[in-house]
DNA sequence: TCGTAGATCTAGCGATGCTAGGATCCGGGC
DNA sequence: GCCCGGATCCTAGCATCGCTAGATCTACGA
């Protein structure tokens, strides 16, 4: 099938469309919500369709995720840029927590659920990549002496463990906003 | 039924075999494998069985939970009295990390699987108060003039965030040591 | 010894993910 | 215009899941 044609595009499209099922299905109903046969009934086609999009349910979870992880790339970039310098940490801090409760469905998608994306590997996904690249944009400049990648790991998972925890209910909601603050004064070691 | 009578020892020995079983399980097949029909094969007893012991699956794991909680103190609490004063954060960091690797499955029961447990709420559970508790005792030290229970939760939702994206393949491998010891550095502030 | 209450099992319901095999449609060669 | 072959799509079904209703069987007290 030669690409650009119509049955291209059409193909294209309905893959489109199945990912954005899941992703309206999981945002209003959780994913266990999101079925096979529910995903057809939105694309108003029959269910083995969707098998010759995905391989298998844990495929569309992947895609999905892979979808959320370009998003909340350029929400971090975009929160970076606006903020001054100075305040860069803790607006890409606050913007990672935001993301994180605005998108819950989609934020399970790329932390929660299984969805077989390999993110440490050699052959990881360039969506993954830039993430991270933006992650480093962010904080590598607090590492001071220390290694700037590991630094930015430690940093990166700091904030989101405690986004996990806070948005599961296991910690304070009343100083959610005071913990992340204390968090970033600590990561800045001022 | 009056407790302490035959019936109810062999009931709560059942209920025990059923926890034991789903760890098992869980642990050398994942949570997956943990089926009710393949815990009542288990217990050597029907499938319903299984029903008269845990109103539905997500008990099951939340029992799973709440005995992985239990250990965890007592693993927490074991480092930090084996540990000099000013290693304590040290430790108990990594007997947290360690935990994790040694107990996967228990780990998801707890902390990635929909268990149904109260963390933060009004009527959570006393083993994860004293799970808390024993994090206090670690970490509070460090929160100097800052807000102790506020400091003490960000440390542990940092120790944690390392801990779930360090071993679902999203961190260095390599570097996990230094990662480790870079946080607890920066939580001392030293 | 017998009747009843509780314990346990068999069987089944409505779902799930996924697949096999038949129908249908569409495009290219005569 | 027709016909044929391949791609596309659907109906139907399999094995399995969590969970439950109803029958049966066991054990204990009157």
Known sequence: MEPGSRKERERAERRRAIITAARDIAESEGWPAVTTRRLAQSIEYSQPV???HFANMQAIVAAVAIEGIVELTVHLRRARLAAAPENIPDAVAWAYLDFARAHPALF??????P???DFGGPDAPVELVDAFGELIEAFAPLAKGEDQETYVEM???AIHGQTVLGMSGRLRPQVAAERMAMLVRVLKRE
Chains 1, 2 share one sequence.
């Open 50 to 52: 969707i098998y010759g």
């Open 108 to 113: 399970d998608a790329m932390f929660t659920l």
């Open 115 to 117: 969805n077989g994306l």
């Open 155 to 157: 940093a990166w998972s």
